[in-house]
């Protein structure tokens, strides 16, 4: 069972660095499942979220509303993966159009809080205007004894605490059945779902304008498409909860509740353009609720429009300037905006306040690394140890996030250890070759290698040219038949869908930040091909441990753990890369895992 080294459930989706044209960067694994939304649904089967069923108490509610947010929540490295929680295997989501009855609304233009709106920038209650009558004598005849007034008052208080406080969820014209909807309730709390279905069905016939009895249907039909495992029957659910917001008069609450069901429900889908277009509706109707707020900004987060996740989170922050997932999540996009500073700053302020929704892995890996990006390293060595202390890493160093727990571990391996004897005694009795056909497609088209863009090169010039990548051969292998035709006999190199099998050059002068690969479902291969001995040379860190590399030689080392290269020859260094899998990795998990 894989984990993500996260101990908190909770969490509100997921998060997307951006910026660069390789989508995929080290660090944020995840945001690769973001794109493939849909198709990460298909590959995994899901593991159902728990979901609880109606009981119209104000508690229930609360509990449901933290519920879904825990569902929505697995986007990010949490211990669910995200797309774990996406549409069945046997019925792959398809994107449909968003229920005709949510009205429209645009989410490239998110609702800004109105300005006179912002409770953060209206603290100060308006002092009452003095008046005459303020100072008015008190009307004798009208005083009592005021023990009498203490009695009547201890009365009145009595009164209103039997006086039950109405029911936020419930409207008048819910008042009627409220009887029925109650046994309705009952039905689903018992997990008879179908049942439940039809009595709210047979409700709705004889009201249909009970918000309640439509919101009892969609719930239901929630309840029963998890028992069923049935996307088609998820899909009515989402109609359901639509439905029930265009009901007139339907309470405020019951809306809120409704639409971030239906989009919680369409995130699992992988219907994330609706799950954020539902969410901009239930935002434009409540545009001073950071809970909603906040899972817009997520929203945009998913579908990679970083900029106005920002904003959202910059609104978030004027109505509630210490809400830490606010915090967390702009500190995010900041950091890998590449403002370091104001990302450790955020990020730290969220990380701190514990609020729920910032204890997650990657938000210590963020800070850690904005941290140590800024020479506050003994500041980012403590983000780590407490992100171990905390089980959101594997140790201080190893700090993949996507990671199968019971795999062993240690910075560098020798061929015997990785299971890989055969393919390193391949590699290096054919290393000429393989180096031969790199310096062809090197001198010749240069245009070929491309600039390494996941954001981890502090100086200098590192570039990639890329023969497999997520398990998959990429059209340069034509550039390199022979080199492609060998690593075609290792099974566990090009079908290791977990890592890339690429040439990577580095010029004289390059600092590589330390880093961290995305899972510990791999060790990494470096064949020497030329290995320039000038200069002060080039080297490699991996945890306490420094290698350097040697001309056709393999070097194994585990790329989970954090890295770091230093080139300070005086000509290049090349070398090919090649991961596997790691030798504890089961042939199922390797048809199983998540590419990433
Ligand atoms: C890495 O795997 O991060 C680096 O070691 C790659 C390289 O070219 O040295
Ligand atoms: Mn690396």
Redesign the pocket.
Known sequence: MESRCENSVLGHGDLRSRGSKHNMTEQDALLDEFESNGKAAKDTQASMPVKSTSNFTLILLIVMVALTWGIAATAYFGIVDYKAVMGWKEMGPVETRSSKAVPDSDPENPPQAKENEKPGLNKEKAKEPISHDSVKEPDKKKVEPIEKETEKKTQENKKEKVKKKPNPFTSKEDKPILNELKSGDKLLKKGKAKEAELHFRKLIKSNPSSPRARFGLAEALNALSQQLKSNSVLQECIKAYGEVVQIPGCPQALKKQSLLTKSDRETFLGQLSSSLKTLAVLAREMPNDVEVLNKLGVGYLMINKNSKAKQIYETVLQIDPDNGFALTHLGFIVKNEGDWVKGADLLGRGVGSLAEGTQSGKFYFHLGDALHRTNRTKEAEEVYARGAEKGLFRSKYQRSLYNVDRLQSRPFWTPKEAGASEYVRKLEQNWKMIRDEALKVMDVEKGLFLEEEEG?KNTGN?RQFTLFAKGEKTAECNRVPKTCALIDKMPNAKGCRRGQIKY?V?MPGTH?WP?TGPTNCRL?M?LGLVIPKTGDGAR?RCADEYRTWEEGKVLIFD?SYE?E?WQNAESFRL?L?VDVWHPDITDHEKRTLSAI
């Open positions: 981890l590192w990577s580095m590589v880093h990494r470096h490699l790329d890295h290269v070398i890369i």
